[in-house]
């Protein structure tokens, strides 16, 4: 087993990488985000450890970590526990097996009981379940967020990289009248057809809205 650590705090990694080696003879790396996980290394049991808010956890669990990987998740986080597991119900109920919570201040005991207590999640087929019950309301609103937030009329390059990125998440959602939609407002925003872009931006919010009344 190894541990994969995700996290901006290089420090805080070499210590506990050194602590990990000397204590448990547990091999640690770091993740580079502009380098991406080294699937080379990466085994089944493998845990990846991640530190950081809550917007970061999110990114990294349903945007990488849950779409293609069975391997068991431990958080460091910044949150109170009881506030973190009510806006994260992966990490609790029938699916806490597969990610535990570490509230600060992270003690080394606690980091030792998660490291003995998750287990990688059984099949692809409960990969798929866990990512459509815990990980769909994520995308929803990330989606939401792009194109009610980022979605701008300002800079035409901008706009499109926001709808294409938008586009990305709608493949998650399984949509297809959400990737319709998205995919003409693509062609619209090229042509500079800001008027049908922005009909179009308003039955997008709207079928966001009908999926997180579901």
């Given amino acids: ?65 849950r779409k293609r990987y069975l391997n068991p998740v431990i ?8 506030h973190f597991l009510k806006n994260n119900p992966a990490f609790k109920q029938g699916a806490a097996k597969y990610h535990k919570y570490v509230p600060p201040p992270h003690s080394l005991a606690e980091i030792f009981t998660a490291i003995d207590y998750v287990v990688p999640v059984y099949d692809e087929d409960t990969r798929k379940i866990l990512f ?47 990737r319709e939609k998205l995919l003409s407002a693509i062609d619209y925003r090229s042509n500079d057809d800001i008027k049908s872009v922005q009909n179009l931006k308003t039955g997008i919010l709207e079928l966001l809205k009908e999926g997180n009344k579901r």
Avoid: C
Avoid at 75 to 82: K, N, P, S
């Fill in 132 to 178: 459509e019950r815990y990980g769909s309301p994520y995308v929803e609103d990330r989606l939401f967020r792009l194109i009610d937030h980022d979605l701008k009329f300002h800079d035409k390059d901008k706009d499109i990289s926001v709808l294409e990125e938008a586009l990305q998440y709608s493949t998650d959602l399984q949509s297809a009248g959400l």
């Fill in 1 to 65: 087993m190894k541990l994969f650590f995700i996290t901006d705090n290089e420090g805080m990694y070499l210590s506990y990488k050194k602590v990990f080696g000397v204590l448990l003879s547990i091999d640690a790396y770091l993740i580079e985000p502009a380098n991406g996980i080294d699937e080379g290394l990466l085994q089944k049991e493998d845990i990846f450890i991640i530190e950081g808010n809550m917007q970061k956890v999110s990114r990294w669990l349903w945007d990488v970590i």
């Fill in 75 to 82: 958080v460091l986080g910044y949150d109170r526990e009881e």
